[in-house]
Structure formats: C-alpha cells, structure tokens
C-alpha cells in the first residue's frame, strides 16, 4: 500500500527534511540516529524536537523569514552546517 511504501522509504532515509507541521510525524518510523531538519517560521512548538530526542535522533530547526533573496543563501548555509 501507500503507506507502507512511505513507512519504507521514511525507514531508510539517513536525513528527513521537511517544513515544520504534520508531514514530520513520519519521524515516527525513522531509525534511530535519523538527522530531522525541520524548516520553521516563528512558532513556538518544540513537538518534533521532543520527539527526535526521545528516538535518539538529531533534530534541526532552521529558523527562517522571508527577507528577499537572502533566504535561499541562509538556509543553504544553515544545511550545510548541519550536514558537516
């Protein structure tokens, strides 16, 4: 089915990136060690933080607004440093 492929590819994924909201609840069927990234406006829901500490993962917020060009140039540099 539909959701076990996505249980699937979750499961074998190394770094899970995505914009913060309900899509990250996948995080749920990542492994252990998984990098979450997760992209974020001004919220203050640490859910997916917690949750990531509590299945040994590590956890990424990228912290973003729209400012013109530089946004792009800001989360490439934020990424790469998380990916080091």
């Known amino acids: 089915s539909s959701f076990e492929k996505q249980v699937k590819l ?4 190394d770094i ?5 909201g309900a899509g990250l609840s996948h995080l749920l069927f ?6 979450i990234v997760s992209f974020r406006g001004r919220t203050n829901s640490d859910i997916y933080a917690l949750m990531s500490m509590a299945m040994d993962m ?11 060009e530089e946004l792009m140039d800001d989360i490439s540099t934020q990424l790469l440093g998380i990916l080091k």
């Open 58 to 68: 590590d956890f990424h917020h990228l912290l973003w607004t729209y400012n013109g």
């Open 30 to 35: 990542a492994k252990p060690h998984t990098s």
């Open 16 to 20: 899970i990136v995505g914009a913060h």
């Open 10 to 13: 979750v499961r074998s994924a």
